[in-house]
């Protein structure tokens, strides 16, 4: 086309952008890739290999080595070799690299940009003007927190060796958001790109000889799912980080479970992109195709459902069409064009099979007029209207150009259309009213929300998901928390629980009314379901008292009661603040009574119990003072805006105690949870559980509402599977054996609920290790609303 006719007809020239540079770079791997294990490139030692295409032409781009099961190891003991010396530098020392690898990348920006659009398909100017400028902006982050470590990280140390899978959406991008926080913290990582997407990862670990790293502190192995496998199964590697779909992030956690590792899933998303009618529409409009078309839709946290307000539909979905058919499609190379190709053959059949199941279930498509390119791996632009809530579209991750459509008529609907999906990862506010838009935001369950915008990202401010979407954070301070470590666990030891004493058939004379002891569940005393009591007795066998044996349907009255607590969740924290000081006074008003029941249980003396009774009552006080204070942050990213990290409740709690001490360790780990929130289902010490039912009284007298604390005695171990199976508790923790550990790690797998499994002795008196930021931190996720401002 001349530039004559460009001007007659105002329609876009190509503008290619030459892959020379990348093309001659790819030539020097030599037809087939190596692995870069510590600090050099090897061959593969299964000799095996496969080859990687480039989706907007399907031309073979080069052959990728497959690692086995002898690599990963190789590069398991590379990192751990290199791991205590690299950890041991200075921060200053560990940013200068962290700096030196930001610079390099923005050197070679240009050939990052097209090595990652010839393998990926993406655009190249979504890769030239998004991801790389992203990716180094994530290691000049970091690199201030490698230097910043010993004085606002100063409790807490690496994990050691990490081992990273990512997926194919956002190579580099997602190689960035994994190693940077790692390896600033004293880490090393071995990382496996994905299979179709591995060739920025194996130019940046050139970068990585370039910047001088030691050698070990970064291994690249690429392969196929069997090289992840290995990676997750490894026992030499503390840490999985995994970023993919939520089928294999179930697997990878029931794979991990009771082995000790540290694990965060960053999963999928169906992400609600929410429409107003006091709206900006033009504007909305240009938010879905950013939200729905960038990366071809090929975005966990891509805006897949749009949900527009009944009085405007017909309106907005006329405009939004009109824009469809201006989008343009086609060789990823061109800078004038919107959307590229879809990444393999594979996942442009899945999108296929999705849209004409949608079309069959009632929706109506829509796709511009253009065409797409005839050679290569394209899919249009295509909007679904008429859908309903329940069909397979407004369900399923479909992964590609699909944007479904549907109505709410208020504020309210709107929520409950965002929130009737099993993913929470992101969503999208659009109203020129911010009352509004803040109103809903918190509303939202999910761990990102923009407001009148959408995918903005940036390595200051977290960025994860809620329920199946996965957990843990990447990026922000509360995304170095999952490659770090509180100090004093290195020197733990593992808990050894004691044999229950055999009842003799004495009876311990205390002085005690004997009292029933029942459970307590939506704030009344329970008999168990089951008919049965077990006995509680002190060291020499005497009978002390009986509580009731919980089982299964306990456990589900408990946390129906647990959920029915909604408004805990959303009273002032000044509310909780007061109601946890009540609980500490009177269980101070008791202390006398407390003491006397623990030494019965124990055996000890009562000043010892009087001890624990008074650390329990501060404790009570301590988190009735941080109940208004564990507050967020408002981060300033590199744009006309904020976003605000707010820490939310996690939900429904189920909190197996430690079997000692019984008082102490109740009071420590239900406080911190309510404190915040949350709503609970606590099962107490087994042999101390008599400390647990009397403390039902004191929650009787203090205000506390019906179902925010329910108590269950039994086997802990039992009902602690009982919890961690139920599909309706949002998260678990357990304090005891490695042996249940696993199980209920491997249990939760269903609903993907956060769990926190901890094996080792603490002292809970000491308040460095029993009380504190830990607890409340295990007790939010953090939510980051995105507020851009300005004309």
């Given at each position: 086309m001349s530039i004559a006719e460009i001007l007659d007809t105002m329609s876009y020239g190509p503008a290619p952008e030459s892959d020379k540079e990348a093309r001659a770079w790819i030539k020097t791997l030599g037809g087939e890739t190596k692995l870069f294990i510590g600090g050099a490139w090897k061959k593969a030692k299964t000799g095996e290999s496969f080859e990687t295409t480039a989706p907007g032409s399907g031309e073979v781009l080069v052959r990728v080595a497959q690692a086995g099961a002898a690599d990963v190891d190789a590069a398991v003991k590379a990192a751990a070799k290199a791991q205590p010396a690299w950890a041991a530098l200075p921060g200053h020392q560990r940013a200068r690299y962290l700096y030196a690898l930001a610079r390099l990348i923005q050197r070679h920006s240009r050939l990052f940009s097209v090595v990652e659009t010839l393998d990926n398909g993406k655009p190249i100017r979504e890769t030239r003007d998004i991801d790389i400028p992203l990716v180094a902006r994530h290691f000049y982050h970091h690199a201030g927190w490698a230097q910043l470590m010993d004085g606002e990280l100063a409790d807490r140390e690496a994990l050691g060796v990490c081992g990273q899978i990512i997926p194919w959406n956002f190579p580099l991008l997602m190689l960035a958001w994994k190693i940077a926080p790692a390896i600033a913290l004293g880490n090393t990582v071995v990382l496996k790109p994905a299979e179709y997407t591995s060739l920025t990862a194996l130019l940046f670990a050139e970068m990585c000889q370039k910047a001088g790293l030691p050698e070990g502190v970064v291994n690249i192995i690429t392969g196929d799912g069997a090289t992840g496998e290995e990676i997750v199964k490894h026992p030499g590697i503390a840490k999985i980080a995994f970023t993919g779909s939520t089928e294999v992030g179930r697997r990878i956690r029931g794979a991990t479970a009771g082995t000790g590792k540290s694990l965060t899933l960053e999963l999928g998303g169906k992400s609600p992109f929410i429409v107003f009618d006091d709206a900006d529409l033009d504007a909305a409009v240009e938010g879905v195709v950013d939200a729905i078309w960038f990366n071809q839709g090929q975005v966990c946290c891509a805006g897949s459902r749009l949900l527009v307000q009944e009085s405007i539909?017909?309106?907005?979905?006329?405009?939004?069409?009109?824009?469809?058919?201006?989008?343009?499609?086609?060789?990823?190379?061109?800078?004038?064009?919107?959307?590229?190709?879809?990444?393999?053959?594979?996942?442009?059949?899945?999108?296929?099979?999705?849209?004409?199941?949608?079309?069959?279930?009632?929706?109506?498509?829509?796709?511009?007029?253009?065409?797409?390119?005839?050679?290569?791996?394209?899919?249009?632009?295509?909007?679904?209207?008429?859908?309903?809530?329940?069909?397979?579209?407004?369900?399923?991750?479909?992964?590609?150009?699909?944007?479904?459509?549907?109505?709410?008529?208020?504020?309210?609907?709107?929520?409950?259309?965002?929130?009737?999906?099993?993913?929470?990862?992101?969503?999208?506010?659009?109203?020129?009213?911010?009352?509004?838009?803040?109103?809903?935001?918190?509303?939202?369950?999910?761990?990102?929300?923009?407001?009148?915008?959408?995918?903005?990202?940036?390595?200051?401010?977290?960025?994860?998901?809620?329920?199946?979407?996965?957990?843990?954070?990447?990026?922000?301070?509360?995304?170095?928390?999952?490659?770090?470590?509180?100090?004093?666990?290195?020197?733990?030891?593992?808990?050894?629980?004691?044999?229950?004493?055999?009842?003799?058939?004495?009876?311990?004379?205390?002085?005690?009314?004997?009292?029933?002891?029942?459970?307590?569940?939506?704030?009344?005393?329970?008999?168990?379901?089951?008919?049965?009591?077990?006995?509680?007795?002190?060291?020499?066998?005497?009978?002390v008292g009986e509580v009731g044996e919980g089982n299964r349907k306990d456990i589900r009255n408990a946390v129906e009661a647990a959920r029915k607590a909604t408004s805990w969740s959303t009273a002032s924290e000044h509310n909780r603040a007061q109601i946890?000081?009540?609980?500490?006074?009177?269980?101070?008003?008791?202390?006398?009574?407390?003491?006397?029941?623990?030494?019965?249980?124990?055996?000890?003396?009562?000043?010892?119990?009087?001890?624990?009774?008074?650390?329990?009552?501060?404790?009570?006080?301590?988190?009735?003072?941080?109940?208004?204070?564990?507050?967020?942050?408002?981060?300033?990213?590199?744009?006309?805006?904020?976003?605000?990290?707010?820490?939310?409740?996690?939900?429904?709690?189920?909190?197996?105690?430690?079997?000692?001490?019984?008082?102490?360790?109740?009071?420590?780990?239900?406080?911190?949870?309510?404190?915040?929130?949350?709503?609970?289902?606590?099962?107490?010490?087994?042999?101390?559980?008599?400390?647990?039912?009397?403390?039902?009284?004191?929650?009787?007298?203090?205000?506390?509402?019906?179902?925010?604390?329910?108590?269950?005695?039994?086997?802990?171990?039992?009902?602690?599977?009982?919890?961690?199976?139920?599909?309706?508790?949002?998260?678990?923790?357990?304090?005891?054996t490695a042996a249940t550990a696993g199980a209920i790690e491997k249990a939760s797998s269903g609903n993907l609920k956060q769990v926190w499994t901890e094996q080792v002795q603490r002292d809970w008196f000491d308040a460095r290790q029993g009380e504190g930021r830990e607890f409340l931190a295990r007790a939010t996720q953090v939510k980051n609303i995105w507020v851009p401002y300005g004309e």
């Open positions: 539909h017909d309106r907005f979905i006329a405009k939004l069409k009109a824009r469809m058919e201006t989008l343009r499609v086609g060789d990823p190379l061109d800078k004038v064009i919107d959307i590229g190709a879809i990444v393999h053959p594979v996942q442009l059949e899945r999108i296929r099979s999705l849209v004409e199941a949608g079309v069959k279930e009632g929706a109506t498509l829509h796709q511009p007029k253009a065409g797409i390119p005839g050679k290569g791996c394209f899919y249009p632009p295509t909007l679904l209207t008429g859908v309903h809530p329940a069909s397979t579209v407004s369900r399923v991750e479909i992964f590609g150009p699909v944007l479904v459509a549907t109505t709410f008529r208020t504020p309210s609907e709107a929520v409950e259309l965002a929130n009737n999906t099993e993913y929470g990862l992101a969503a999208s506010i659009w109203s020129e009213t911010l009352s509004l838009a803040l109103d809903i935001a918190p509303k939202l369950k999910c761990g990102v929300v923009w407001v009148n915008g959408t995918n903005m990202f940036d390595a200051g401010v977290g960025f994860g998901g809620y329920k199946e979407s996965g957990f843990g954070r990447e990026g922000g301070r509360e995304g170095l928390s999952a490659y770090s470590r509180p100090k004093w666990l290195a020197k733990a030891k593992a808990i050894v629980e004691k044999p229950a004493a055999q009842a003799t058939g004495d009876v311990l004379s205390t002085g005690f009314v004997d009292r029933t002891a029942k459970f307590y569940v939506g704030g009344k005393q329970a008999r168990p379901d089951g008919g049965y009591s077990r006995p509680i007795v002190s060291p020499s066998g005497a009978l946890l000081y009540y609980i500490a006074e009177n269980l101070d008003a008791r202390a006398g009574e407390f003491a006397d029941r623990l030494a019965a249980m124990t055996g000890q003396r009562r000043q010892d119990t009087m001890r624990e009774v008074s650390a329990s009552v501060s404790r009570l006080f301590s988190y009735g003072a941080w109940a208004d204070k564990y507050e967020g942050a408002v981060h300033k990213p590199p744009m006309r805006g904020v976003a605000l990290a707010m820490n939310e409740p996690v939900g429904t709690l189920g909190i197996v105690c430690p079997e000692e001490p019984g008082l102490l360790g109740f009071v420590s780990t239900f406080a911190p949870a309510i404190a915040l929130g949350n709503r609970v289902v606590v099962v107490p010490s087994a042999s101390q559980a008599l400390a647990a039912t009397d403390f039902y009284q004191v929650l009787e007298t203090s205000d506390v509402p019906d179902g925010v604390v329910n108590i269950v005695t039994g086997d802990r171990d039992a009902l602690a599977l009982d919890l961690a199976k139920h599909e309706e508790v949002d998260g678990i923790w357990y304090f005891g």
